[in-house]
């Protein structure tokens, strides 16, 4: 059996364009072949889309985003043009569904150079030039067969019906929809008004830029708006577990396995595990979420529909949030970037070092309500402390906690006593000169009673008795801190005891360390590699 036209179409647009394009075709007479009329339950999708390509006279092709990207609709239209070949005559005719000239010329430039019809001129224009094309050819369908129709609505209430194209584009009126007193069909062939174009090209720099700014804002771009969120969380989520892991924050080992391997990570002293797999997790993130932005806005660089939320505000809005609001909250309350000035605490903490202060730890002030956050801990002794000086609050220094409120420090021949103890077993290291100081080191191991080790100085020609301090007790409320490079710092010996209510945070993780005596353009030289990654004891 001959068929008029053979509809080969995604099944994305069949609702939009292809059902209603086929009960249109098939009301004016003409025989269609479509999938929802010919193919019934066990029948074998090949053979019966084989038949209707051999048996149709002529192959509408609706081209769209949705038909690019699927295999079924390319082989029926591989089928279509095997027919042209053979016959010599023209089989395809093509219809432009939410595509462009560009669109169909990237997919295939024989195709672009067709003469077609697009969706966007109305389907009764649509439907118009198709008939055209096919009474041309076939003369008996340029009338449809009206009598019969009429006879039949007769017997039921002798009224007839009229059909317009334009309300066949609503899914839920598929058959006749107003009744009238005419005996014929009318078809309503006037275009509407042009329709806006909501398509735009997703372009590869601008969501590579946009995810760089803020993770998980690239997948937003290409409307991925769930891949969005679910990145921008993982990324918070890696933040916040490497952050607590350097940090030593405690976990409760009640909570299950997964908080007991966490606990795990916190306490070991591998700082490879503490340091370099947290930052590798967080890298690894941010590079996936940076690549997979790319490669979609490629995939979708002719055929993206924009989405509500693809307005250039609205990137605008999530970026001040996220580094004029989230940044400072973070640098606030949390974790606070800072550079060293000055070698007090040398050689734990050298000039030109960058460290990760954590606030939270000892209960972060809240700035705006002069309030403190509840506090994991209070310091204890070898805490290395960031603080408000005592007589300039502006400036920040850092030293290290040697003792608390109630406690009795005092110093003799260079040894500290802290309640009349030593604040650790001290050990000789190794002597050197200090070319910037200009003077013989001599380094010092301690090791306190809760296992803590760290590295203090001592000037070889300085006459530590003249250094004797104490013994004094620390008032309640009050620290009693000192640097490492004893011999050349600021602290609680110089300007006495340091309050609570001045203490910024504890110093964790030393990021990035640069020397300040190489010059720029030497920057593998600049870069202090040995110290990146090194956590603070």
Known sequence: MEIDVFISHASEDKDAIARPLAEALKELGYKVWFDEYDLKLGDSLRREIDRGLSSCRFGIVILSPNFFSKEWPQRELDGLADRETESKKKVILPIWHNVSHSDVALYSRPLAGRLAVSTASGLGY???????????????????????????????????????????????????????????????????KPVKKTKKKRKRW????????????GQLYNGQLKKALLYHSLLWLALFIGGTIIAEFPFPSSNGVILFLFSLLASSQSEPLRVFLPSLILVSIILYTHIDSITTARKHEYTYQLKNYNRWYIYLVIIIASWVLIY????????????????????????????????????AELPLFKLHLPKWRNPRLGDI?????????????????IAEGGQTVGIEDGVVYIDGVPEGAME??????????????????????????????????????????????????????????????????????????????????????????????????????????????
């Open 126 to 192: 649509v439907v118009k030039s198709i008939s055209e094309v096919l009474g041309s050819t076939k003369n008996q369908h340029t009338t449809p067969n009206l009598v019969s129709t009429q006879e039949k609505h007769d017997t039921v209430d002798k009224q007839s019906h009229e059909l317009t194209l334009q309300q066949l584009r609503l899914p839920f009126m598929k058959k006749w929809l107003a009744k009238k007193s005419h005996t014929d069909i009318r078809i309503d062939t006037r275009a509407p």
């Open 206 to 217: 601008v969501a590579a830029l946009l995810s760089l700014l803020v993770t998980g804002l």
């Open 328 to 363: 400072p909250i973070i640098r606030t309350v949390w974790f606070r970037p800072s550079r060293i000035i000055g070698n007090g605490v040398a050689d734990t903490l050298i000039n030109g070092d960058f460290v990760l202060v954590n606030k939270l730890i000892y209960g």
């Open 385 to 401: 402390m960031m603080y408000k000086s005592v007589t300039d609050p502006s400036q920040d220094f850092i030293n290290r906690c």
């Open 428 to 537: 000789f290291i190794k002597k050197s000169f200090d070319y910037e100081e200009d003077h013989y080191i001599l380094y010092y191991q301690i090791t306190t009673h809760r296992g803590q080790i760290y590295t203090i100085r001592h000037y070889e020609d300085h006459n530590l008795r003249a250094e004797n301090y104490g013994p004094v007790r620390v008032p309640e409320g009050h620290y009693f801190v000192m640097g490492d490079n004893r011999d050349n710092t600021s602290d609680s010996r110089s300007w006495g005891f340091l309050p609570a209510n001045n203490i910024v945070g504890q110093l964790k993780m030393i990021y990035w360390s640069l020397d300040s005596n190489v010059p720029l353009y030497r920057l593998s030289q600049k870069v202090r590699w040995n110290r990146i990654g090194t956590l603070l004891k």
